[in-house]
């Protein structure tokens, strides 16, 4: 999916938000345990009530690995389920030697290798140049590059202050400049957690034009109006990803009726912030 068609998309449905399929057996609903396919049952009613609301849907990959083999099949019929015109993350945080992130790169974009088709992966920075580079190889996927994340722990190195030519600055900000050497905005994300909404104008000087994965709203905390006032650009440039305040707002019968309400909430709320750009 190219940037522009990202963009329509936010347009059509006038949403940013991303739904996080972050599905653990031990929390959705008992009475999906009878079935063949719990995981996959879930997310199926998940995506029919919230594909209305959403432009993204981003599994978070471990809630399938930890399952072994039956979480992997659950996550393919997971992405073969979304409609097509919906922007896919496999939330993976993978980096590596150059021919190890090759291998990475098909377990994610190469259908006829591994089953599984998504638009993007979410790739950690810390490996540098040659870790990323085998995913933006694919033609017409995205990386995701975490930037700033919304934990507590992203204070032990991303805010350390560097020396960059004789300049001062954060790691995180040195994170978002070099690797614009390595692709551009049609082809790369970042992650930015919505707990750090006021490093966004900061950081929009560095990146003004490429798109933001924001996780952190919902269960995090993160204020939804601060990230859209300081994160928006003029094509919107935000994925606002929310989970657990989403898919497990009921864990009733009615769970997915009252997911949709969630979306339905965010998605109001994102079309009143979206004003400022149409
Ligand atoms: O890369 C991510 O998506 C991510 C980065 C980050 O800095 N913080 C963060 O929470 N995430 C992911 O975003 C999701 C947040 O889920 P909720 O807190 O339930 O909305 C999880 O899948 C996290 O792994």
Redo the contacts with the bound molecule.
Sequence with gaps: MTKQDLFEQILKKKSYLCV?L?TDIKKIPKHLLATEDPIFEFNRQIIDATAQYAVAY?P?I?FYEAMGVKGWQSLQKTIDYIPKDIFT?A?A?RGDIGNTSELYARTFFDKASSGLDFDSV?VAPYMGRDSVQPFLAFEGKWV?L?G????VG?HDFQHLKVEVDGEQKALFEQVLTKSQEWGGSDAMMY?V?ATQADKLAEIRKIVPDHFL?V??????GGSLEEVSRYGMNKQCGLLV?????IIYASNGEDFAEVAAEEARKVQQEMEGYLSAIL
């Design positions: 996080g972050d981003k978070n471990a993350i939330d945080k979410t995701i975490l700033l994340t919304s934990n992203s992650v957690g994965l996780p952190g709203v919902g269960a995090q990803n929310s989970a657990r305040a």
